[in-house]
């Protein structure tokens, strides 16, 4: 039985229109998105905005996060760094505020051997705390494959990857070569996850459409292919600003489209287009009136 399964939200992380953390609108989000039936939050992942924020500011994202959910739901929390040091001590950091698991990547900023891939995940794996190993070869160089998940999932506590590749056919390789769970990674790839045997999905244009993913990916689930494919025709479209360079300023406005606004991202992120705007609102309202 999956420890984790279904719908995971990557959040956002809201701000003030002068770049200040909104940590009250974070905690009303992720009422909302419980309310929608979602089935875990991500806080401090890839669309959350790290890398801009400081230590202390991201520490109080993920104890909002976790406050908040008052453990209606799972949290599992990103753990990007560097240094394999800094992982740990923000898994610590997880742990000590009891979520649910966490998010680690391979060595990022370096191209590592297998062998320091492995020493990486078998150091976090020490703090004791459940990890999904996030497979992001496009953006970070480094491949989880099959054979390597195989290896690294030897440590106790890696129980699953979220995986982002964007090879579908990932999905069987992994659950015929390990015991790990697996997260359909890029939104757009969804309903094809799901129908492969993923259990789970981490999701980030459901930040905006909550109730939309949680249908389709349990539908595919269930295997109701017509009914899943009449659904992904609307919101395809969408999901592949999520494999976007400009994905957390497209999924930001999605949310304001949503009426759920949580403000601009921070610099070096800057606004979009005009023209990108009209794209995503012209999509956005198709897929919700074709919805209704």
Same mark, same amino acid.
């Given at each position: 039985?999956?420890?984790?399964?279904?719908?995971?939200?990557?959040?956002?992380?809201?701000?003030?229109?002068?770049?200040?953390?909104?940590?009250?609108?974070?905690?009303?989000?992720?009422?909302?998105?419980?309310? =929608?039936?979602?089935?875990?939050?991500? +806080?401090?992942?890839?669309?959350?905005?790290?890398?801009?924020?400081?230590?202390?500011?991201?520490? =109080?994202?993920?104890?909002?996060?976790?406050?908040?959910?008052?453990?209606?739901?799972?949290?599992?929390?990103?753990?990007?760094?560097?240094?394999?040091?800094?992982?740990?001590?923000?898994?610590?950091?997880? =742990?000590?505020?009891?979520?649910?698991?966490?998010?680690?990547?391979?060595?990022?900023?370096?191209? +590592?051997?297998?062998?320091?891939?492995?020493?990486?995940?078998?150091?976090?794996?020490?703090?004791?705390?459940?990890?999904?190993?996030?497979?992001? +070869?496009?953006?970070?160089?480094?491949?989880?494959?099959?054979?390597?998940?195989?290896?690294?999932?030897?440590?106790? !506590?890696?129980?699953?990857?979220?995986?982002?590749?964007?090879?579908?056919?990932?999905?069987?390789?992994?659950?015929?070569?390990?015991?790990?769970?697996?997260?359909?990674?890029?939104?757009?790839?969804?309903?094809?996850?799901?129908?492969?045997?993923?259990?789970?999905?981490?999701?980030?244009?459901? !930040?905006?459409?909550?109730?939309?993913?949680?249908?389709?990916?349990?539908?595919? =689930?269930?295997?109701?292919?017509?009914?899943?494919?009449?659904?992904?025709?609307?919101?395809?479209?969408?999901?592949?600003?999520?494999?976007? +360079?400009?994905?957390?300023?497209?999924?930001?406005?999605?949310?304001?489209?949503?009426?759920?606004?949580?403000?601009?991202?921070?610099?070096?992120?800057?606004?979009?287009?005009?023209?990108?705007?009209?794209?995503?609102?012209?999509?956005?309202?198709?897929?919700?009136?074709?919805?209704?």
């Amino acid at each position: 039985m999956e420890k984790f399964e279904g719908v995971y939200i990557s959040l956002v992380t809201p701000m003030t229109k002068d770049y200040k953390v909104d940590y009250k609108r974070l905690s009303e989000i992720c009422e909302w998105l419980i309310g =929608k039936g979602v089935d875990g939050l991500i +806080p401090a992942g890839p669309l959350g905005e790290y890398a801009t924020l400081s230590n202390e500011e991201r520490r =109080k994202v993920v104890e909002t996060v976790i406050k908040a959910s008052k453990r209606r739901v799972s949290v599992i929390v990103g753990t990007g760094a560097s240094a394999t040091r800094d992982v740990i001590d923000w898994a610590k950091h997880a =742990k000590s505020n009891e979520a649910d698991g966490i998010l680690a990547l391979p060595p990022v900023n370096y191209k +590592p051997l297998e062998n320091e891939v492995i020493t990486h995940f078998e150091a976090i794996s020490e703090v004791g705390i459940p990890i999904i190993a996030f497979n992001n +070869p496009r953006d970070f160089g480094v491949d989880l494959s099959p054979d390597l998940l195989a290896k690294i999932s030897e440590s106790e !506590n890696i129980v699953g990857v979220k995986e982002f590749s964007g090879d579908i056919r990932r999905v069987q390789e992994i659950l015929e070569k390990t015991n790990l769970e697996v997260f359909v990674g890029v939104d757009d790839l969804a309903m094809e996850g799901a129908l492969c045997g993923a259990s789970g999905w981490t999701s980030g244009v459901s !930040n905006a459409l909550p109730e939309e993913g949680i249908k389709l990916f349990q539908l595919a =689930k269930e295997r109701r292919f017509e009914e899943a494919s009449i659904l992904y025709r609307d919101l395809v479209k969408l999901f592949h600003y999520d494999a976007n +360079p400009q994905l957390i300023q497209s999924i930001k406005y999605m949310m304001e489209l949503a009426g759920q606004p949580v403000g601009p991202t921070r610099p070096p992120r800057l606004a979009l287009t005009n023209k990108a705007y009209k794209e995503i609102e012209h999509h956005f309202n198709k897929a919700i009136n074709t919805e209704a």
